[in-house]
């Protein structure tokens, strides 16, 4: 199979969040009432990201669009992704999503995994070199400042990391969170992400790999190793690596190299799995990338990341639990 991002598949990626971004209904609001005033629909509440099924998937929607637009700049719905972010990415816009934070209880609002891809937005508008893209990146920033001090008032309390692979993995938060800070130049922000990444993972050996679980999206294994190769130098990370996934030469452990199998794409929890192939796929590919030629690792990671796509890739579209998001991952890994 192609596995390689053409700018057919990028068209065809595009036209799937074009389809989802602005799609009110169905919903799953992450929401707190402190009031009957609180009793409202999801576009009132969010007037950006009030599609897509949740919040922080119609915030990734937002990135994929961005980012294709970057890469694909005259592809058919360049004009169509322009116009909704000049609609949709105000100054007004985005005081009322900001002002949506600061009410009570709403601190951990989308903590971490909406915190991440927020920033991830960001990161790819402060990428773009046109007048548009400064202005939606400038229009977008206080949304971005009052994540980015979300996670620096929550990182020092968290004592433990989260492993599990879903929206509560903390490695994912950090390995994007640390993606946006290079893409801004902001280097102390970058550090303490980094710190914590350390202090969370830093000594982890001979890692196991219990998973898959039957809902997960993310692997914590190769998800902590993505996090860990943004927060060690190079010969760091290798000397990590090599005492935390000591076996991967001989393809263990074998839950590693074996893609999920998605038994019913129309049940939300379960179409997670096709996610976590993308997202192995994703992970395996940066891996790869790390090692130098000639590093058999460098060709077992390659060859993994060929099969899990192989799985995942076709069912990127046809039910709407798996069709609001998978793109997003089905791009990491392609680009990766």
Known sequence: MDVTLTAELASRFARLALGHVTREYPNKLDHVMNGPDDVRGPRELHPIFYG??????????????????????????AVEIRALAGSHLTDANVAAEVAYLAQPLR????????WAWLLMLQGELARHDSADGRHWAAALRPLADAFVQRYREFLPKATYPVRTGTHFNTAFALALGMDYAAAVGDAGFGETLGAKAREWYGGDRDCQAWEPGGDEFLSPALMEAECMRRALPADAFAAWFDAFLPRIHQREPATLFRPATVSDRTDGK?????????????????LAAAWPPGDPRRAVAAESADVHLAVSLPHVAGDYMGEHWLATFALLALEA
């Not at 379960?270 to 940066?286: E, V």
Request: aromatic share 18%; with cysteine.
């Open 270 to 286: 379960i179409a997670h799995l096709d996610g976590l192939n993308l997202s192995r796929a994703w992970c395996w590919r940066s």
């Open 107 to 114: 601190a951990t609002f989308e903590r971490p995994y909406g």
């Open 52 to 77: 897509s099924f949740d919040w922080h998937s119609c915030v990734h929607g937002w990135w994929l669009m961005m980012r294709l637009l970057r890469r694909f700049p005259r592809m058919p719905e």
